[in-house]
Structures are given as C-alpha cells and as structure tokens.
C-alpha cells in the first residue's frame, strides 16, 4: 500500500512568489475598476444624447397611448 509520503510528496522547494502576485492583483483590480466606471458613464452619456437629440429633431412628442386589454 501507498503511503503518504509517496502519494503526496514534499514540496518545500517551492515558493509563491507573493509581490508578483500582489502586483497583479492590484492591477487586475484597477482595471476592472477603472472599465466598470467607464462602462457606467458611457451608458448615461449616450441616454442623455440620444434624449436630447430626439427632442430637438422632432419639435413636438406623439402622445403615447394605452392599449386596453383583451378579454377572451
């Protein structure tokens, strides 16, 4: 039967190198940030576009209506 030792074999050797790790998590992390802010702004950017230029293309709205509901 196998044993411990020859089932898991000692990795003392090695190291996690724990600055690059940190480096990267740090800069995964601003970039995430810093896309997701820009994500954010451009969809409010372009909703207040798209409003502003609807209104002043038209000169008046069409009146939205209700549609009453079926019966059966």
Do not use: H
């Not at 994500?39 to 709205?61: D, E, Y």
């Amino acid at each position: 039967m196998a044993t411990t030792d020859t089932m898991f074999p000692d990795r003392s050797d090695f190291d996690y190198d724990y600055e690059t790790l940190r480096t990267t998590g740090v800069i995964l992390a601003v970039v995430m940030f810093v896309s997701g802010i820009l994500i954010a702004l451009s969809k409010k950017f372009t909703k207040c576009v798209k409003s502003s230029s609807n209104s002043n293309s038209s000169g008046t709205q069409i009146p939205k209506t209700e549609v009453p509901p079926q019966t059966v």
